[in-house]
Nanobody
Framework: QVQLVESGGGLVQAGGSLRLSCAAS????????MGWFRQAPGKERELVAR????????YYGDSVKGRFTISRDNAKNTVYLQMNSLKPEDTAVYYC?????????????????WGQGTQVTVSS
């Protein structure tokens, strides 16, 4: 069973940056595509970024494209989300999750394992 632990969230001003980390254990990390999701109060959980097993393919939601960068270090069993030019509407709990599919699903139900989440708050 895969265990995921997110870290790096916090409170920042608009225009600032944060880097989130997700450390995996208990599975074969290199065989898993990884997604970053976020959920704001009153809103549905949405996929913001995804990275393939090797790191050779990435996906970004329209709202974060050009500002966020997903990456992974398979030697460290860790996936990252670099968030730049943060906006108040980026405020949410951010989760990492695993996928065994080559298809870029946006539905959270297609992701098997989840971390506990880390809070990102962007002030105006």
């Amino acid at each position: 069973q895969v265990q995921l632990v997110e870290s790096g969230g916090g409170l920042v001003q608009a225009g600032g940056s944060l880097r989130l980390s997700c450390a995996a254990s208990g599975g074969t990390f290199s065989n898993l595509a990884m997604g970053w999701f976020r959920q704001a109060p009153g809103k549905e959980r949405e996929l913001v970024a995804r990275i393939s097993r090797s790191g050779g393919s990435t996906y970004y939601g329209d709202s974060v494209k050009g500002r966020f960068t997903i990456s992974r270090d398979n030697a460290k069993n860790t996936v990252y989300l670099q968030m730049n030019s943060l906006k108040p509407e980026d405020t949410a709990v951010y989760y990492c999750a695993t996928s065994t599919s080559r298809i870029v699903y946006t539905d959270p139900e297609q992701y098997a394992y989840w971390g506990q989440g880390t809070q990102v708050t962007v002030s105006s």
